[in-house]
C-alpha cells in the first residue's frame, strides 16, 4: 500500500532593515560579539520598544508579494519561555492578530506549476545565540542578533514531497530577494525552516506530524524531509505510532534525532504586549509599498513565455533570481534579439561554468555583451558552433576580452570558402578510397568519419553545413 507525505514549512526570514526591529541597534552580520546589543535588546527594566516602521513596510511588502489580504489592524504578543539567550524571558511576537494574513505562491514543479497556501506571516524578533565551543567549559552568550527582525511566513500543509518543499523554499527566497526585505543568506542564518512532516494513506484525515527544526539549506531541507517521511513510514508499518515531537536534524549522519515532545501554544502563555500599540495599517501606506514593487518572478516568468518565446520551463529557471534574469536581458539585447539562443547559451554553457565554480551569477566573469557577441557572431557564420563553446571557455578565463579581435588573433573564424572546402574534401576522399568504395556500397554510417576527417584537416574551422552538402554531393556522384 503506498503512502502520502504532508509538509508544511516555517520559513523565518531575517528582514534586512538597517537597526533593530524594537531598537536603534546596529544588525550587520558577523560584528563583535555584544557589540551591537542596545539596553532595550538586554531587555533591562525600564526601556520600552520602538516599533521599527521599515519593518513594517519589508512585511507589507512581502504580503503584497503572495497576494495576501492585509489586516488593517495587527498587535504584537509576548511568547513567554526561558532561554539564556532571551534576556526578557518573552519574545516579542505575534499570535492572533498577525500583520499578514493568507495569501499564496505559486511554484514551478517539472510537471508544471502548484499553488501553495500560506497562511500568514507574522513579524517577531530573534533571540541572542549561544555560543558553547567559546570557552572550556563554560557557555557564552551573544545577543547581537537579539532584536533583530524576522519575518515567519507559515505554509499550509499542502507539499507532498520533498521536491514541492524545496520549489516552495525556493519560490520564498527568490520573492523576499527580489522584494529586497532580505539577502536570504542561508549559511549566514538570514533565511531558516522548520520543516513539519507526516504521512497518511491517500485521501486518509491528516497524520500526525513531527517538525524539524532549524534547518540551513535547500539540500539539507530535501534530504531532512525525506529522511524523515521514511522514519514514519517505517514506524507506521512496524506498528508503532509517531508521537508529536520537534526533531533535529543531523546533516553529518543524515538522520532526524528528537529533541523534545511539542509544546502547546499555551505553554507560552501568549498576551498582548502592553508596551506596543496594536499596528493600523493604512490605505496610503500599503498604496506606497504597492509603488515599490518590481516585477515578481511569476509576471517575469509569464512575460518571458509571452515576449520571447521561452517554454515555461526556460522561463522559471531564468527567473530564479533578479540578476539571472537581468543577465538574460542584457544578453538578449547584446545579441540582437536573439532570445532562444541566448536562453540556450545561459542555461547550458553558463549556468553549467558557475557551478563548476561555485559562483552566483552577480560574480560571472563573462559579461552579458560578450556572451550576446559571441551568439552574434555564430548566428552570422564568422565562427562555428563548436569553435563557440571554446570561444566561451576562453572568455571565461581572460576578462574582458573582445568577442571580435579573439576571433581574429585566434584565428578562429569559420571557414566558408566553399572551394577551400571541396579542395579539402577531395583531399580526404582521396587519402581513403577504401572507405569512399565501402560508403557507396551501403556503409552510410563512414560519412562521420569523411566530416571527422575533414574538420580535422581544416582545425574544426570549416562550416559543417557546408562540408555535409558538399560531401553529401561528391559521394553519391560516381
Ligand atoms: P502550531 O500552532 O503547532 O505551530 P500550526 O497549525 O501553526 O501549528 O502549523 C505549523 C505548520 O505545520 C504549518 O506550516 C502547517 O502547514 C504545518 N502542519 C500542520 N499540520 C500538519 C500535518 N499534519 N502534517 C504536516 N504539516 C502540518
Ligand atoms: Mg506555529
Redesign the pocket.
Known amino acids: 500500500m503506498t503512502w502520502e507525505a504532508?509538509?508544511?514549512?516555517?520559513v523565518h526570514v531575517q528582514l534586512n532593515t538597517l537597526s533593530k526591529i524594537f531598537s536603534g541597534s546596529d544588525t550587520r552580520f558577523g560584528a563583535a560579539a555584544n557589540s551591537q546589543a542596545s539596553l532595550i535588546d538586554l531587555g533591562m527594566p525600564g526601556t520600552l520598544p520602538v516599533l521599527n516602521a521599515a519593518a513594517v513596510a519589508a512585511a507589507l511588502r512581502f504580503g503584497l508579494g503572495i497576494e495576501a489580504e492585509i489586516p488593517a489592524r495587527s498587535v504584537f504578543a509576548r511568547k513567554n519561555y526561558f532561554y539564556p539567550d532571551l534576556p526578557k524571558g518573552y519574545q516579542i511576537s505575534q499570535m492572533d492578530e498577525p500583520i499578514v494574513g493568507a495569501g499564496y505562491l505559486d511554484i514551478d514543479l517539472p510537471e508544471g506549476s502548484k499553488r501553495i497556501r500560506i497562511?500568514r506571516a507574522h513579524l517577531e524578533e530573534d533571540a541572542g545565540k549561544s555560543l558553547h565551543a567559546d570557552i572550556a567549559g563554560m557557555t557564552g552568550i551573544d545577543l547581537n542578533r537579539a532584536g533583530t527582525p524576522l519575518l515567519e511566513i507559515?505554509?499550509?500543509?499542502d507539499m507532498s514531497s520533498a521536491q514541492e518543499a524545496v520549489a516552495y523554499l525556493r519560490a520564498i527566497h527568490a520573492l523576499i530577494r527580489y522584494l529586497d526585505i532580505s539577502d536570504g543568506n542561508m549559511a549566514e542564518g538570514s533565511m531558516r525552516c522548520d520543516c513539519?512532516?507526516?504521512v497518511r494513506r491517500p485521501g486518509a484525515a491528516?497524520?500526525t506530524?513531527c517538525e524539524i527544526k532549524n534547518v540551513n539549506s535547500f539540500r539539507f531541507v530535501e534530504k531532512a524531509i525525506q529522511h524523515e517521511i521514511q522514519r514514519q513510514i517505517e514506524l507506521i508499518e512496524d506498528g508503532a505510532q509517531v508521537r508529536q515531537e520537534t526533531r533535529l536534524y543531523d546533516a553529518e549522519r543524515n538522520e532526524t534525532r528528537s529533541m523534545r515532545s511539542k509544546e502547546e501554544?499555551n505553554d507560552y502563555r501568549y498576551f498582548p504586549d502592553p508596551d506596543l500599540l496594536p499596528v493600523h495599517i493604512s490605505a496610503e501606506m500599503l498604496e506606497r509599498e504597492r509603488a515599490r514593487l518590481p516585477e515578481l518572478p511569476q509576471a517575469k516568468k509569464q512575460r518571458f513565455m509571452d515576449h520571447y518565446g521561452l517554454s515555461a520551463y526556460d522561463a522559471a529557471i531564468l527567473v530564479g533570481s533578479r540578476e539571472l534574469a537581468d543577465y538574460f536581458e542584457a544578453t538578449v539585447v547584446a545579441s540582437e534579439g536573439q532570445a532562444k539562443q541566448s536562453a540556450n547559451w545561459i542555461m547550458g554553457e553558463l549556468l553549467a561554468a558557475l557551478n563548476r565554480e561555485d559562483k552566483e551569477i552577480s560574480a560571472c566573469p563573462l559579461a552579458p555583451q560578450q556572451l550576446g557577441r559571441l551568439i552574434v557572431r555564430i548566428q552570422d557564420g564568422t565562427i562555428s558552433g563548436k569553435i563557440g563553446k571554446q570561444l566561451f571557455a576562453t572568455l571565461w578565463t581572460t576578462t574582458g576580452a573582445d568577442v571580435d579581435s579573439l576571433i581574429s588573433s585566434q584565428g578562429l573564424r569559420q571557414e566558408n570558402d566553399s572551394s577551400l572546402i571541396v579542395g579539402l574534401i577531395d583531399e580526404v576522399m582521396s587519402a581513403h578510397p577504401e572507405q569512399v568504395a565501402a560508403y557507396r556500397a551501403g556503409k552510410d554510417k563512414l560519412f562521420g568519419f569523411f566530416v571527422g576527417e575533414i574538420m580535422k584537416r581544416s582545425r574544426g574551422k570549416a562550416n559543417p553545413a557546408t562540408v555535409n552538402a558538399v560531401l553529401k554531393e561528391k559521394l553519391e556522384q560516381r
Do not use: D, Q
Open positions: 504532508v509538509i508544511g514549512l516555517e497562511v507559515v505554509s499550509a500543509p513539519n512532516v507526516s491528516l497524520g506530524r501554544a
